[in-house]
């Protein structure tokens, strides 16, 4: 099972969007509905973003969203904030009860 | 709140056999399905198994041969057992709750750095 492919960096200035790609196959991401996302900052833990390729957890700021067509999930962060500068990594079912995560994308706040 | 804590020796010696625990809180273990994810320094992360609350398991097809996941439901806790380690499998590890929707991890332990050195 490879790893779903995201680019390695993204960024954008205070304010502004930006969005980050998960191309995977139709035997994982195009498959099923069950793309997640995760922000994971220096030294610390994975956090939950999106569920269910669109679903935001309880806290999640709603500048945070998720889509999906065919093979290819997205992540947007609108009005960026200097927080939300991290690593984040997307993950989906892959069938027979596996789980494959993406490769991760490094987002900058300019 | 839920909250998960990995414990285990910090160095492996290569060929010998990794074990980690993760002891929960705020949650019943019986009543969820627990996974353990790995990170290697710099990388993106692994899910490695899990164990759900059948007592059934799901291992990475990539280290299935290796990997046993467990629970003990009179410690609330759930364990990682890799065998014949090597450096490849030296990482942070990560235990994590099933959130039961199929598919996503919504807590996390603070993740045990593991080196698999002589």
């Known amino acids: 099972q490879s790893a779903l492919t995201q680019p390695p960096s993204a960024s954008g200035s205070p304010g502004q969007s930006v969005t980050i790609s998960c191309t995977g196959t139709?035997?994982?991401?195009?498959?099923?509905?069950?793309v997640s996302w995760y922000q994971q900052h220096p030294g610390k833990a994975p956090k939950l973003m999106i569920y269910?390729?669109?679903k935001r957890p309880s806290g999640v700021p709603d500048r945070f969203s998720g889509s999906k067509s065919g093979n290819t999930a997205s992540l947007t962060v609108s009005g960026l904030q200097a927080e939300d500068e991290a690593d984040y990594y997307c993950?989906?079912?892959?069938?027979?009860?596996?789980?494959?995560f993406g490769t991760g994308t490094k987002v900058t706040v300019l | 709140q839920v909250q998960l804590q990995e414990s285990g020796p910090g160095l492996v010696k290569p060929s010998e056999t990794l074990s980690l625990t993760c002891i929960v809180s705020g949650a019943s273990i019986s009543r969820y399905s627990w996974s353990w994810i790995r990170q290697p320094a710099g990388e993106g992360l692994e899910w490695i198994g899990r164990?759900?609350?059948?007592?059934?398991?799901d291992y990475n097809p990539s280290l299935r041969s290796r990997v046993t996941v467990s629970v003990d439901t009179s410690k609330n806790q759930f364990s990682l057992r890799l065998t014949s380690v090597t450096a490849a499998d030296t990482a942070v590890y990560y235990c994590a709750r099933d959130s039961g929707r199929a598919g996503d991890f919504d807590y996390w332990g603070q993740g045990t750095l593991v080196t698999v050195s002589s």
């Open positions: 269910e390729v669109s």
């Open positions: 993950s989906s079912f892959a069938g027979s009860n596996n789980y494959v």
């Open positions: 139709s035997s994982d991401v195009g498959g099923y509905n069950h």
């Open positions: 164990s759900y609350t059948s007592g059934g398991t």
